[in-house]
């Protein structure tokens, strides 16, 4: 599906003196994310290797998309598109502008599931946009720091867009809501992944509204307490993986509204499996030191999901 709109004015910073040319051209690919990761909500996230494409292409005028694979029949193809206005954001920042420039999204991480396919949109135009920066050569690119920075404020959620940004796991925080800053983990080696994804949807806002104000101080001690043996069990003792997932600040207020995901991490973790909510949900995130086998598969199929095993990845790459 392809779409145009036609503007005769520069695209990207309002005062640039430097215009990138025409037929620049740079592909990147960029991993899904799980964040919290169990306790560790809005600051603990993993890359995972499931990866969406965005090619840019420069033109001489205009914004052009084109969608191909997931959700792609329920995305605007035009200046509106995410992915497109992370790549202006992209060119704001590098101090740079276009004539135009033609978009192509490739996309396999599923949208509304809770894997981070949001934020991958925003770091695939921005890193799209720094490496059309870098092969010009006349402005420096952006670094990890500014691409954790830009997604972080333009996309909202920090813990996925710097494992997006940075791979592996990720610590992140921030000066209230203007800073952003984030470490990326070593994993230990035998740590391995698993998601389980349902053909349901899921809102963020929906079941970040359903989080209360308030919550017990006990329960925030234990979260504490959980997240910092998180970085503990996925750096260094993976046989910490079960406690190091508990959680009691944000997955029991959302059960209401995600009742097989509730019932699957329930079986799993009574089956000594490490199963947390990914993200916002519906999908289910395992971490563990083995693969899982058919009986896992079929209890999750029961309940409506696919399993799929996947790799801890690496952050956005340019691969062309």
Same mark, same amino acid.
């Given at each position: 599906?392809? #779409?145009a709109?036609? @503007?005769d $004015?520069?695209?990207?910073h309002?005062?640039a003196?430097?215009?990138?040319?025409? +037929?620049?051209?740079?592909?990147?690919?960029?991993?899904?994310s799980?964040?919290?990761l +169990?306790?560790?909500?809005?600051?603990?996230?993993?890359?995972?290797a499931?990866?969406?494409e965005?090619?840019?292409?420069? *033109?001489g005028?205009?914004? *052009?998309?084109?969608v191909t694979?997931e959700?792609?029949?329920?995305?605007p193809?035009?200046?509106?598109h995410?992915?497109?206005?992370?790549v202006?954001?992209?060119?704001?920042?590098?101090?740079?502008?276009v004539g135009g420039?033609?978009?192509?999204?490739?996309?396999?991480?599923?949208?509304?599931?809770g894997? &981070?396919?949001?934020? $991958?949109?925003?770091? &695939?135009g921005?890193?799209?946009?720094?490496?059309?920066?870098a092969l010009?050569?006349?402005?420096?690119?952006?670094?990890d720091?500014?691409?954790?920075?830009l997604?972080?404020?333009?996309e909202?959620?920090?813990? @996925?867009? /710097?494992?997006?940004v940075?791979?592996?796991a990720?610590?992140t925080?921030?000066?209230?809501?203007e800073?952003?800053?984030?470490?990326? =983990?070593? =994993?230990?080696?035998a740590?391995?992944? #698993?998601?389980f994804?349902?053909?349901?949807?899921?809102? %963020?806002e929906t079941?970040?509204?359903? =989080?209360?104000?308030?919550?017990?101080?006990?329960?925030?001690?234990f @979260?504490?307490?959980?997240?910092?043996l &998180?970085?503990?069990?996925?750096? %260094?003792?993976?046989?910490?993986l079960?406690d190091? %997932?508990e959680?009691?600040l944000?997955?029991?207020y959302?059960e209401?509204?995600l009742?097989?995901?509730?019932?699957?991490?329930?079986?799993?973790?009574e089956?000594?499996?490490a /199963? #947390?909510?990914?993200?916002a949900?519906?999908?289910?995130?395992?971490?563990?030191?083995?693969?899982?086998?058919?009986?896992?598969?079929?209890l999750?199929?029961?309940?409506?999901f696919a399993?799929i095993?996947?790799?801890?990845?690496? +952050?956005?790459?340019?691969?062309?």
């Amino acid at each position: 599906m392809e #779409t145009a709109m036609t @503007n005769d $004015a520069l695209i990207g910073h309002p005062d640039a003196e430097c215009i990138l040319p025409e +037929g620049l051209s740079v592909r990147v690919k960029v991993p899904a994310s799980s964040a919290n990761l +169990g306790p560790g909500f809005d600051c603990l996230g993993m890359a995972l290797a499931i990866y969406d494409e965005v090619a840019v292409t420069v *033109t001489g005028t205009g914004i *052009t998309v084109a969608v191909t694979g997931e959700a792609a029949d329920q995305v605007p193809l035009d200046e509106r598109h995410l992915v497109a206005r992370a790549v202006v954001r992209g060119f704001e920042s590098a101090g740079v502008a276009v004539g135009g420039f033609h978009l192509e999204c490739r996309n396999a991480i599923p949208h509304s599931r809770g894997l &981070g396919s949001s934020a $991958a949109a925003a770091v &695939g135009g921005l890193a799209a946009a720094s490496a059309l920066v870098a092969l010009d050569g006349r402005r420096p690119a952006l670094d990890d720091a500014a691409l954790v920075q830009l997604s972080s404020e333009f996309e909202g959620h920090p813990d @996925n867009a /710097a494992a997006s940004v940075l791979g592996s796991a990720v610590v992140t925080w921030s000066h209230g809501q203007e800073s952003f800053y984030a470490r990326r =983990l070593e =994993l230990h080696p035998a740590v391995v992944a #698993t998601v389980f994804v349902p053909q349901t949807e899921s809102s %963020t806002e929906t079941t970040r509204g359903l =989080l209360p104000d308030a919550v017990p101080r006990a329960d925030a001690v234990f @979260n504490v307490s959980r997240a910092a043996l &998180g970085v503990v069990a996925l750096t %260094t003792d993976p046989a910490w993986l079960i406690d190091a %997932t508990e959680d009691r600040l944000h997955q029991g207020y959302r059960e209401q509204a995600l009742p097989e995901t509730t019932r699957l991490v329930h079986s799993l973790r009574e089956r000594g499996h490490a /199963a #947390t909510v990914s993200g916002a949900g519906p999908s289910v995130l395992v971490l563990g030191t083995s693969p899982l086998g058919t009986h896992e598969a079929d209890l999750a199929a029961d309940l409506g999901f696919a399993m799929i095993p996947v790799a801890v990845a690496d +952050g956005v790459e340019v691969v062309s």
